[in-house]
DNA sequence: TATTGTTATACTCTATAACTATA
DNA sequence: TATAGTTATAGAGTATAACAATA
């Protein structure tokens, strides 16, 4: 069967994201953690008190989703929120939060070695550059 | 701010897929299409008399999301039905499907050729064939 | 007046289980 | 018995508009 779909990157790039984005999926879900979770909890770790919009920015979730997330994390136990002024919120890592991200950070580690196995030798260090340069 | 997620991949990955879907499908909803709207043309426009069930293998839509989905492509009068035997249709372009092809192509043609320009020249031959490696 | 957080809502995409009619 | 198409449903992700409280 013809397959011209296969001649476009755009196209190549969904199905790739796709088909990664299942398989990470599933093996956060063991971790009772979603992609955005896991991104969330990275990047609060560096980044301690980050306000819902700036973590939003970063995570390319809009300000009216951040609030359902955040719950959920917060419900869960592993972010805290911690007044900064009147309107602002700095979000926090709780302790919890910081052991379930040691699992995580393992799970990505793997996955993300095993992906990048994929890639054949002499195009696996243009992948990471390639695909920065298309939304950074 | 840090982002220790611009050193994976596969976050990289899903971004970029998502930046440049975003794209695309503001683009192609100007024709009245979705990405995989536009996909199934061109599936069947390359091989005509396709069932759901291949197609759907072909575009990574499981079998019971073919129904909707072609549904909707009928109604619009881009594809028909032509039963094969009792139980199996073979899905073809209609006229009006293959002219919104044609509309599609020019917009597809021009989003790839500008997401390909984004990359950076030394990456730029690499990225299908590293896309590809990760779901073909 | 602009911004932060919020509420409500709706649409798309995807996934699963179960049913039917036919091969 | 296996397969093609179908139905119903639920979960995720994402988008917009509008509001209150505060800077």
Redesign the pocket.
Known sequence: MKDPLLEFPGYAL?RAA?AAG?IL?ERL?ELGL????ASALILLDANPGL??????AA?????????????RLETEGFVE?VP????????HLTDQGRARLTDARRVIETFEAELIAMVPREHRTHLLPALLALWK
């Open positions: 969904r796709n299942a999926s879900g979603r992609q955005a979770d306000t819902s919009s700036r973590l939003g995570l390319g979730i809009q300000r009216a989703n951040m609030v359902p997330f955040l719950n929120r900064i002024d009147g309107r602002t919120q700095g979000i």
